[in-house]
């Protein structure tokens, strides 16, 4: 796949260093800037101290020191146009996401991360739906 991102910006916040490590090299190729977090507190300062747009927020749910949920509400707070990409591999509880935000259950294929990633920027094709069952 070619790089798409067009240069934009996507936050990531997660704690654990191989899935930090392995999203970041994904975005990358892809074609975007990424700036890295290794929580949600660190996730703010880096936010804070980037002059520039971001256009995405990829947050772990669970993290130490703050959720991924309380970094998105500050962020959007203070920079309402990020779009927001939880993922977890939370497997019970429900999470309420706040409207437009997008969820990712882990382990997840490379493949759909980008398609999600894709979508909420705007640089690739609509996540297919299934076809309506027939009325007959």
Known sequence: MSPTG?????????????????VRSMLRDSGYQ????????DALEVARKHTGPIHLLLSDVEMPRMTGVELATQLQNERPETQVLLMSGMTSGMLVLNEGWQFLPKP????????????L??????IPTPPPEDQD
Do not use: C, S
Request: net charge negative.
């Open 6 to 22: 067009n240069g934009k910006t996507i936050l990531v916040a997660e704690d654990e260093l191989q899935v930090r490590t392995f």
């Open 121 to 126: 920027l705007g640089d690739g094709p609509p």
């Open 34 to 41: 990424v700036l890295v977090a290794v929580d949600g507190l």
């Open 108 to 119: 997840f294929m490379v493949h759909m991360l980008k398609v999600r990633v894709h979508h």
